[in-house]
């Protein structure tokens, strides 16, 4: 029988989709694989709770464009990103790098989560220096890793609203304030203090700090608007990531980045989120339900069988 026209389009998306977020050619890199081996148990988060659910979200591709403006908008968190990575030369590889802490936090076992925690603090200590002006920073400053988790809490929390699946039929309305004081957890394990444990404390926190933050450069803004590396049909799909992103930017950072931001209600504002909405619901039917991630979790913990790439 002949295979139908396209037929293996959703397997060719699928695959390089999880080879670019991952940084491995198999979609799965070791740290995926030790999601589902190292460990028994749920973790640090429960299984299919408000943080897997709100992690295994396609929405945070828009949160993720919306954190890093948030993280830019602070000129010492900026500082350690601009001196101590490769984002501009190797971005994808930074992605990976923030993808794994997200999702081997979120996902993996207590002792996995606590072992990759103690990683990321060693890295931390070792990034550290000086600003132009004469400033220090410290990645591993509790200021400053306070600031990181506030800009990403607010910018997953404000995109799973904006073009995520409704969480409220399952968790209630209260869902939001749940993924709060639950995710604090993770950056308390890195160190950081006095977390938000609702979405009006997190809002009250974002406005706290607006005195330190300052305008996200320019050079940066045109790095998140075009990465670069991308094929053209990546092109167009990261323009409307990059589009929404802009949309569901905190009020203490919109106009530090020159984005709209959640306070724009314009029609096409509406429509831009509608459009980028359904775009993750079609890209949702090309990957399947679960990430390799969530899938490596559900075996781990018996709620399903071996991944098709555990051998």
Known sequence: MRARPGADLAPRVRRAFRARVSGDPTGAPDWVRDIALVGAGPGWFEPDGVVWRVHGDLSTLVGGVAALLGQGAHPLALAGVQRHSSYRSDPWARLAGTA?????TTFGSDELAGREAARVRGMHGRVRG????????????????????????DAFLAAQE???HDLAPRFGR???DAYVADWARSARALGAQDLPASRRE????????EPDLE???????GFLADPGGLNRAERVFYAGLAGAGALVVSPSVAPLAGVPGRGDRTPAARARLLRTRWQLRAFQLALGPHS???AAARY?????????WLG
Do not use: K, N, Q
């Open 100 to 104: 794994r802490w997200l999702v081997v």
């Open 130 to 153: 000086r600003t132009g002006d004469g400033r220090s920073y410290s990645a591993a400053d509790p200021a400053l890793l306070r600031w990181v988790h506030l800009a990403f809490t």
């Open 162 to 164: 904006a073009v995520g």
């Open 174 to 176: 209260g869902w939001a």
């Open 202 to 209: 997190l809002a009250e926190a974002l406005r706290a700090v």
């Open 215 to 221: 305008p996200v450069p320019a050079d940066l803004l």
């Open 292 to 294: 390799p991630s969530e």
């Open 300 to 308: 781990r913990i018996g709620l399903a069988g071996p991944p098709e």
